[in-house]
């Protein structure tokens, strides 16, 4: 099994930082790509950023040059920085990880979600 623990969310006005943390425990081979996804109370959850192998990034174009992801694959770790925060970022933010195991099965796991509320 693989777990996720995400900490780093809270309450901030708009147009302030937060940065959510990710860690990734359990029987891990290896990680290709870890991501964060969110969803807001009556929406449908829905991708924030990912990263990948080489650092690839993607991210949706409502974050585009306002959040970035990042990664240290020494700690199993993913990040995501936030700044210029809007309240429609308002949302539980899930981790998500896929890989392989050390059995040799993939794996793709999610966190329980951070929430971040952001007051106008």
């Known amino acids: 099994q693989v777990q996720l623990v995400e900490s780093g969310g809270g309450l901030v006005q708009a147009g302030g930082s937060l940065r959510l943390s990710c860690a990734a425990s359990?029987?891990?081979?290896?990680?290709?790509?870890m991501g964060w996804y969110r969803q807001a109370p009556g929406k449908q959850r829905e991708l924030v950023a990912t990263?990948?192998?080489?650092?690839?990034?993607n991210y949706a174009d409502s974050v585009k040059g306002r959040i970035t992801i990042s990664r240290d694959n020494a700690k199993n770790a993913v990040y995501l920085q936030m700044n210029s925060l809007k309240p429609e970022d308002t949302a539980v933010y899930y981790c998500?990880?896929?890989?392989?195991?050390?059995?040799?099965?993939?794996?793709?796991?999610w966190g329980q979600g951070t929430q971040v509320t952001v007051s106008s």
């Open positions: 990263v990948a192998g080489g650092d690839r990034t």
């Open positions: 998500n990880a896929a890989g392989i195991a050390t059995t040799g099965i993939p794996f793709g796991s």
């Open positions: 359990g029987n891990i081979f290896s990680i290709i790509a």
